[in-house]
């Protein structure tokens, strides 16, 4: 399927952020009929024909706007901070808002003079962190349930995001520090924000009056 260069492309982060974003595109005038958890469509079109989006893996949002495939995309800032892209962040859309922070047991001491072992799914977030308040660590990336690092005796603390923190106090851990407030971002390519300015301006006006 070839997509229309008259139309907006979004690429969207798989999962609750997509869920409720296609949620409030609704909210605001854009329909996707064809759309549904269980389709195995790629790209979705919505009732206007003015604005099309498809899926992909968080990671991969900034990398499909800032190339161009994409005009705009909605990604966590978390993504945006991790892996970087050369793009324009327009709006925080307070999607997903949630905490990015250092856990661990309640007792866990972060102390300048002894380097401290710190797992995580995000290793960049993380030791800018830590060299920020020049702590020494060494950073495990983990993939799965960070949680069970500490618990298991693989690192002192973790870096993860939290939302109710209901998961670290079901596992005996707490927050130690927060290191910064996360939510969605709506991102927009270079040249898309001078040549199609006209038609990605309605969309984030109306996405604002959701937001604010």
Known sequence: MTLQKNKIKMALAKGRV????IDRLKEIGYV??????????????????TLE????????????????????????????LE?????YELLNLKI???????????????????????GTKYPHIAKN??????????????????ELGPILGLCDCIVDIVESGSTLKENGLVV?????????RLIVNHVSLKTKR????????KFKELAF
């Open 18 to 21: 997509a869920n409720k974003t």
């Open 32 to 49: 996707f009929p064809d759309y549904s958890k269980e389709s195995r469509k790629l790209i979705f079109t919505d009732t206007t024909n």
């Open 53 to 80: 989006f498809f899926l992909v893996k968080s990671p991969d949002v900034g990398t499909y706007v800032e190339k161009g495939a994409a005009d705009i995309g909605i990604v966590g800032r978390d993504v945006l």
């Open 83 to 87: 892996h970087p892209a050369d793009v």
């Open 96 to 118: 997903g808002q949630c905490r990015m922070c250092v856990a661990g047991f309640k007792d866990t001491q972060i102390q300048y003079n002894r380097k401290l072992t710190v």
């Open 129 to 146: 962190y830590f060299t920020q308040i020049d702590q020494p660590v060494d950073l495990i990336t983990i993939n799965g349930s960070v």
């Open 176 to 184: 130690l520090r927060s290191i910064l407030d996360i939510s969605s």
């Open 198 to 205: 006209a038609q990605i301006d309605p969309i984030v006006e």
